[in-house]
Nanobody, 116 residues
Framework: QVQLVESGGGLVQPGGSLKLSCEAP???????MAWYRQSPGKQRDLVAM??????TYAESVKGRFTISMDNYKMTVDLQMNDLKPEDTAVYSC????????????WGRGIQVTVSS
C-alpha cells in the first residue's frame, strides 16, 4: 500500500504562516487529496479537500488556509496563513488514488505547533 510523503511542518508564532506539502509516489492518478488534523484527545477532522476541481474547507480555516492539488505531479499543498494556537495539531495527508489498483492512502502525519 502506498504511503504519502509529507513535509513542511514546524513551529510558528501566532499570526505566522506555514506551507505543508504532500506527494503520492507511484500513483498514476489521483481523484481526491485532502488534509486532516488531530489534536491530543480529539478526533481527526477534515481541514481541506480538493476533488474534481472543487475545494472544501473546515469553517475554522476558511479564509486562512488554501489547498492546491496538482493532478499531474500527484501533489497537494496546504498554505496556512494567520495561524492560531488552536491550529496546533498533527496534520495528515490523504489521497484517493490509483497505483496498480485504486486505494486510499495516508501520510504518517506532520506536527504543526503555533505558539509564542
Amino acid at each position: 500500500q502506498v504511503q504519502l510523503v509529507e513535509s513542511g511542518g514546524g513551529l510558528v508564532q501566532p499570526g505566522g504562516s506555514l506551507k505543508l506539502s504532500c506527494e503520492a509516489p507511484a500513483a498514476t492518478h489521483v481523484y481526491t487529496m485532502a488534509w486532516y488534523r488531530q489534536s491530543p484527545g480529539k478526533q481527526r477532522d477534515l481541514v481541506a479537500m480538493s476533488s474534481g476541481g472543487t475545494t472544501t474547507y473546515a469553517e475554522s480555516v476558511k479564509g486562512r488556509f488554501t489547498i492546491s492539488m496538482d493532478n499531474y505531479k500527484m501533489t497537494v499543498d496546504l498554505q496556512m496563513n494567520d495561524l492560531k494556537p488552536e491550529d496546533t495539531a498533527v496534520y495528515s495527508c490523504y489521497a484517493d488514488l490509483v497505483t496498480y489498483r485504486r486505494e486510499h492512502a495516508w501520510g504518517r502525519g506532520i506536527q504543526v505547533t503555533v505558539s509564542s
